[in-house]
């Protein structure tokens, strides 16, 4: 240990907030394994766990509360029976649900004295900012990529929120979200890139397609392939495609039916998801569907295939690719395992801080490689970095100028593009301000006659002024509506600034068909920080972690020695 470390002793009184704390821990993946363990042997008695995902073979390389006779089962439950094994005292409860559940309500939230995040994506991160703040309860969020990861205090009215500054485009996707849940076009688009790899280029076991819970292709009539130990062999799904030769209705089959059976048959993944649909290659090579040749553009770029078409492509596609095999690299930087426990070391540390309400010994914390510039690995934030007054989450008054055509977008592309997938709301209700008209409402069916009617045929007009607010996460929203025209082709269907005092400057470039493009890039050109440094280039797959501007970081010395990087405070009587 270097000169400025000294030993971790837990005082006196932290010991009794420890004993005293309620902690929930959102996700059990790489991190969340690792908090898990920390917890339990640092003697918090009261913790809950909630994840959605199962485990997949490919998490146990990092994963290490589970092991191979887990494979299938649920990752929060897994982990409570495993962590029981550290300390069989405590008291441990498993929810294998989503997070967006509407039972997990801001009540919910209100009962814990800490929320510790370990998620994978950042819709999930978005909502349990938001139900944080609105129970106004300490959130530790965390996460890593590669050989870098973050620990960051939000805390309302002390800290800025998660959503506060912008964040870097998001690259790449979890491998749970690919395989399980895939719910936008670019996931389909990623699932097959994973497969190409899968059968014919570069193997990563991160990029499995399968659910890969039940391991089928490890089962030879019936049975799964054992070592002489009486372990499971597992079977790649190369290997497995080439036993199978390559068979275009046998890979149909897995890929179409067998799993889509498999992810049906978990029916928490369905409870607020539209249920995919099996297909089978018997009845996909007869089935035609679509429009014919005749009644479509005569461009063939135009045509829509029949679903037969589709799996005679599938299998020509195959049968070519088998004689000309690639190597195809990949772009996903997994999590590593180091990197894991070093980042949810310190998120135990800082919750040991938080319990004692010593917030302001809880700047944002960075775990970087070291390089040729420096060898410091660990670096904090001077301070904690305050909320941003334009934030349109956490502001008192939260407002954002929404740019749309309102003569052509439709309600329900409104509710689904704008404030679901673009605002994260999860549950919206919206009202025409003024007017007293209901345009959108969260309960089932009572707006869905608007649903394919344009905004301005309900009065909505450039000038109007929307009021949202979302019931679940206990978030309101002023939405100032701006009339946009694209110009050009490639021009976004929207944009919004969630900065006031930008508007006429912004409305300006709008008007001349020059506006940024209002998408995490846009965010990031409007603010007045200096540009992010080369870590927001980073892809995030294991777990995504928000960015910090360069202007925030504390610079690096690289005389510093190794020994002196991490300095604990001391935490004695």
């Known amino acids: 240990m270097g000169k400025n470390t000294v030993p971790c002793v837990l005082n006196n009184d932290l010991k009794t907030q420890i004993m005293k704390a309620k902690i929930l821990v959102v996700g059990a993946g790489g991190i969340g394994c690792e908090i898990l363990k920390n917890l339990s042997l640092s003697g918090f008695q009261d913790i809950e766990i909630i994840d959605l995902d199962t485990i997949d073979v490919s998490n146990l390389n990092r994963q290490f509360l589970f092991r191979k006779e887990h494979v299938g089962k649920s990752k929060a439950v897994v982990a409570r029976e495993s962590i029981l094994t550290f300390n069989s005292t405590i008291n441990v409860k498993a929810y294998h649900d989503s997070i967006f559940n509407p039972e997990y309500g801001v009540n919910f939230f209100k009962q814990f004295s800490l929320i510790l995040n370990a998620l994978d994506n950042r819709a999930a991160r978005n909502h349990v900012n938001r139900m944080c703040l609105a129970a106004d309860i300490p959130l530790i969020?965390?996460?890593?990529?590669?050989?870098?990861?973050?620990?960051?205090?939000?805390?309302?009215?002390?800290?800025?929120?998660?959503?506060?500054?912008?964040?870097?485009?998001?690259?790449?996707?979890?491998?749970?979200?690919?395989?399980?849940?895939?719910?936008?076009?670019?996931?389909?688009?990623?699932?097959?890139?994973?497969?190409?790899?899968?059968?014919?280029?570069?193997?990563?076991?991160?990029?499995?397609?399968?659910?890969?819970?039940?391991?089928?292709?490890?089962?030879?009539?019936?049975?799964?392939?054992?070592?002489?130990?009486?372990?499971?062999?597992?079977?790649?799904?190369?290997?497995?495609?080439?036993?199978?030769?390559?068979?275009?209705?046998?890979?149909?089959?897995?890929?179409?039916?067998?799993?889509?059976?498999?992810?049906?048959?978990?029916?928490?993944l369905w409870k607020t998801r539209k249920p995919p649909v099996p297909i089978s290659w018997e009845k996909s090579i007869k089935q035609v569907d679509g429009s014919s040749d005749k009644e479509i553009a005569n461009s063939v770029d135009m045509q829509i295939w029949s679903l037969s078409k589709c799996s005679q492509v599938f299998a020509d596609t195959v049968s070519i690719l088998k004689e000309e095999l690639g190597t195809i690299a990949g772009n996903i930087i997994p999590a590593i395992a180091t990197a894991n426990a070093l980042i949810a070391g310190l998120v135990v540390l800082y919750a040991f801080r938080v319990l004692q309400d010593e917030f302001q010994k809880c700047p944002a914390i960075y775990l970087r490689q070291k390089s040729v510039y420096s060898r410091v690995i660990l670096a904090t934030d001077n301070d904690l970095q305050k909320a941003n007054p334009n934030c349109y989450v956490c502001s008192s008054k939260p407002l954002v100028n929404v740019f749309v055509n309102v003569n052509n977008m439709t309600v329900n592309e409104f509710e689904n593009e704008i404030l679901k997938n673009t605002l994260n709301m999860v549950a919206p209700d919206v009202i025409l301000d003024g007017k007293g008209v209901v345009v959108i409402s969260s309960e089932a069916g009572e707006t869905e006659v608007n649903n394919n009617k344009k905004l301005s045929e309900l009065g909505i007009i450039d000038g109007s002024i929307l009021k949202a607010d979302d019931f679940l996460q206990s978030y309101e929203l002023t939405i100032n509506i701006n009339h946009y025209e694209a110009k050009e082709k490639d021009d976004p269907l929207f944009k919004f600034i969630a900065n006031p005092a930008e508007l006429k400057a912004k409305q300006d470039g709008v008007e001349n068909g020059t506006a940024v493009k209002m998408d995490d890039d846009s965010k990031k050109e409007s603010s007045n920080e200096n540009e992010d440094d080369d870590d927001n280039d980073l892809v995030f797959v294991d777990n995504d972690f928000p960015q910090a501007s360069s202007s925030k970081r504390r610079k690096l010395n690289p005389s510093v020695e190794d020994d002196d990087l991490i300095l604990l405070e001391e935490l004695v009587d």
């Open 141 to 268: 969020e965390s996460g890593t990529a590669g050989y870098s990861g973050q620990v960051e205090l939000i805390k309302k009215g002390v800290t800025q929120c998660y959503e506060c500054q912008p964040k870097s485009q998001q690259r790449s996707f979890p491998g749970c979200t690919i395989r399980n849940t895939p719910s936008e076009p670019v996931h389909c688009i990623v699932w097959a890139k994973h497969l190409f790899n899968q059968l014919f280029g570069e193997e990563d076991p991160d990029q499995e397609v399968s659910p890969d819970t039940e391991d089928p292709e490890l089962k030879k009539d019936g049975t799964f392939t054992e070592t002489e130990s009486g372990n499971v062999k597992r079977t790649s799904t190369r290997q497995w495609a080439q036993e199978i030769k390559y068979d275009p209705e046998k890979l149909f089959n897995k890929f179409f039916q067998d799993d889509i059976k498999y992810l049906l048959s978990m029916e928490n």
